[in-house]
């Protein structure tokens, strides 16, 4: 044991401060472990089949939590986000603008043979970008519909502008070296390969930390598109169970036995943090949403809720 008295004065406020740093280290940690714990609690009751990983950050301390968060997943639409800051990137780089109209037309070609196919209007969460088909379109008209209520016209048509290499090279230089984005929606030839988009909740943690820390584009460009996930309207998941003058900037994902939410999340009081759970092999998109929204309290209660 130190023996306080014996020390002279300036390393005794030094070695104070250190026992302080890490009593609060160790609170902390002692929180995530028991955070983590409710959580695979929870994930006991989930249905047969279930996959589940759980990316968590506190963007304050920078300290972290991971269940089976390197599990690689179909992405759904939460790629959009990737998508979404390469067309901000671009047009920082002055290779577009973001008030630029593109054509709007609904014929696109598979990346495993270039053969044409077009969407399917019944299998898209939004049909207003449909009406907009032979008119024209802004970069970020399309963008705001991609995000906030997941137009699958929307994100093919700026796919095929900005480009999934492209992409792939924005993911790589901050750090993000798993997550996949090949192609766009419904091209059924590419999926048939099992060419498809593909994340782990590690990866696109990543992607929503640099969007919520200003760490990629530009500090304008990170405000704008969290400005846009705020925006989101599909809030039957990470959301659902928290009050309501909590602000969530996120973006869902599902398609069958698919269900997925990535967000950072603003409490009025308590630090923001950022929230990835994704699921795999749920039959009922209402049992998924549950416990996502389930997931998402624990970790609220734990970490906002003081």
């Known amino acids: 044991m130190i023996n306080m008295c014996v020390l002279p ?16 280290c160790s609170s902390e940690q002692e929180e995530i472990n028991t955070m983590k714990h409710a959580i695979q609690n929870r994930l006991v009751s ?14 304050q301390t920078d300290i972290k939590m991971f269940i089976n968060a390197k599990k690689q997943m179909h992405a759904a639409s939460t790629y959009k986000t990737a998508l979404m800051v390469e067309v901000y990137k671009q047009a920082a780089e002055g290779k577009i603008s973001l008030t630029d109209s593109i054509d709007v037309i609904n014929s696109f070609k598979s990346i495993v043979d270039n053969s044409e196919y077009a969407m399917d209007i019944g299998e898209d969460s939004d ?3 449909y009406e907009l088909i032979g008119k024209r379109a802004s970069y970020y008209d399309l963008t705001y519909q991609m995000i906030t209520v997941s137009s699958n016209l929307a994100t093919n048509l700026l796919i095929n502008e900005v480009g999934a290499k492209n992409i792939m090279k924005t993911l790589k230089s901050i750090g993000i070296k ?35 820390k200003d760490e990629v584009v530009s500090p304008s460009a990170c405000a704008e598109m969290r400005k846009i996930l705020l925006a989101q309207v599909h809030n039957s998941k990470i959301p659902a169970k928290l009050p309501k003058e909590v602000k969530v900037a996120h973006k869902t994902g599902s398609i069958t036995k698919i269900d997925h939410d990535v967000a950072i999340i603003y409490p009025p009081k308590g630090p923001v943090y950022a929230l990835v759970v994704l699921t795999r092999g749920i039959k009922e998109h209402k049992d998924a949403e549950e ?13 906002a809720k003081k």
């Open 127 to 129: 049909d207003s970008v």
């Open 178 to 212: 798993e997550m996949q984005v090949l192609r766009g929606v419904e091209d059924l030839k590419a999926y048939e390969l099992g060419l498809n988009n593909t994340t782990n909740a590690e990866d696109i943690l990543r992607l929503m930390i640099a969007i919520a």
């Open 46 to 59: 989930a249905p047969s089949g279930a996959e589940v990983s759980v990316a968590y950050e506190n963007l």
């Open 9 to 24: 004065a300036r390393r005794r406020f030094y070695t104070i401060f250190t026992l302080i740093f890490l009593l609060g």
């Open 291 to 303: 416990l996502i929204a389930d997931i998402s309290k624990i970790v609220y209660d734990r970490v």
